[in-house]
Nanobody
């Protein structure tokens, strides 16, 4: 079992930066592929970024967002720079035991989400 708790969301202005954190329980955190997803009002949840145990990454929106992890702290991060109003969404972290995936249905564990609101 893995429990995930996101933090770091909030209300910011366009152009600002935020760093989201996702703290995971469990001793096998390093075994999991971790992903960040987001869901904007009225839209489907979408993949943002993923990272494997050794730091290999994949993105759907490369450039402004950077995913990282600290296996010693059981934490994954999402650094978001130059935020835009269209980045407004609830951001979720998720864990998948086997392999890479950008498909939300292939993740076994989810956090409760953290709201990010970007004003223009």
């Amino acid at each position: 079992q893995v429990q995930l708790v996101e933090s770091g969301g909030g209300l910011v202005q366009a152009g600002d930066s935020l760093r989201l954190s996702c703290a995971a329980s469990g001793r096998t955190f390093s075994s999991y592929f971790m992903g960040w997803f987001r869901q904007a009002p009225g839209k489907e949840r979408e993949f943002v970024a993923g990272i494997n145990w050794s730091g290999g990454t994949t993105y759907s929106m490369k450039g402004r967002f950077t995913i990282s992890r600290d296996n010693a702290k059981n934490t994954v991060y999402l650094q978001m720079n130059s935020l835009k109003p269209e980045d407004t969404a609830v951001y979720y972290c998720a864990a998948r035991f086997r392999g890479w995936s950008t498909n939300e249905y292939e993740y076994e564990y989810w956090g409760q989400g953290t709201q990010v609101t970007v004003s223009s």
